[in-house]
């Protein structure tokens, strides 16, 4: 098991920026991917960015260039600096961790979320 634990969210207002963090404990040993998702009430989750072991990283289009992911493999956490922040941008931050426990097979693990609430 994995558990996460996110930190960071809050409330800015537009053009501001926050940085959030998510840390990883339990069987942490095997995590690949890490990443971070959001969602809004009465929408899908969607994809924000994710980030593997190695450091490769991939963003939704919506925050490519304001968004930047990164990872430290030591300390087993993630973070995610949010700069000009925009009101669509409002969600819960929800951050998700992939734990190989086969060839080709991983199981996918949640944290809680964060509230990230930027206001015009």
């Known amino acids: 098991q994995v558990q996460l634990v996110e930190s960071g969210g809050g409330l800015v207002q537009a053009g501001e920026s926050l940085r959030l963090s998510c840390t990883a404990s339990?069987?942490?040993?095997?995590?690949?991917?890490m990443g971070w998702y959001r969602q809004v009430p009465g929408k899908q989750r969607e994809l924000v960015a994710t980030?593997?072991?190695?450091?490769?990283?991939n963003y939704a289009d919506s925050v490519k260039g304001r968004f930047t992911i990164s990872r430290d493999n030591a300390k087993n956490t993630v973070y995610l600096q949010m700069n000009s922040l925009k009101p669509e941008d409002t969600a819960v931050y929800v951050c998700?961790?992939?734990?190989?426990?086969?060839?080709?097979?991983?199981?996918?693990?949640w944290g809680q979320g964060t509230q990230v609430t930027v206001s015009s």
């Open positions: 998700a961790a992939d734990r190989v426990v086969a060839i080709s097979r991983t199981d996918r693990y």
């Open positions: 339990g069987s942490i040993f095997s995590i690949a991917l």
């Open positions: 980030i593997t072991r190695r450091g490769s990283t």
